[in-house]
């Protein structure tokens, strides 16, 4: 009986925690990336390149920057809405 009620009560759950959340229009489609000229931000350039950010339904329009001072500075004043930077960084 234990066994049984085991059983189904983690089938329902399952079943509940896999059912597919409804997905609405992004926030902000049109969004500002920035990132310095390295090799670690081929991610991002392909991610551009291939069209996957307007298959999400997003406008993203990438820019070089000059160093990581002015990447972090764009970022908090909010003229970058995004960006790619080191690990320390927020």
């Known amino acids: 009986m ?3 009620l085991l059983t189904a009560l ?3 759950t399952l079943n509940t ?5 409804e997905i609405g229009p ?3 489609p ?4 920035g990132f310095i000229k390295l090799t670690d931000m081929a991610p991002l350039a392909v ?7 307007m298959d999400e339904g997003l406008f993203v329009e990438i820019e070089a920057q000059a160093n990581w001072k002015v990447l972090l500075d764009r970022v908090i004043t909010g003229e970058l ?6 690990a320390g960084q927020p």
């Open 2 to 4: 234990f066994r049984t």
């Open 30 to 33: 049109d969004l500002r990336l």
């Open 17 to 21: 925690g896999l059912a597919q959340a």
């Open 81 to 86: 809405d995004g960006a790619h930077m080191l």
């Open 47 to 53: 991610a551009w390149e291939q069209g996957f950010f």
């Open 26 to 28: 992004p926030e902000k």
């Open 10 to 12: 983690l089938l329902w």
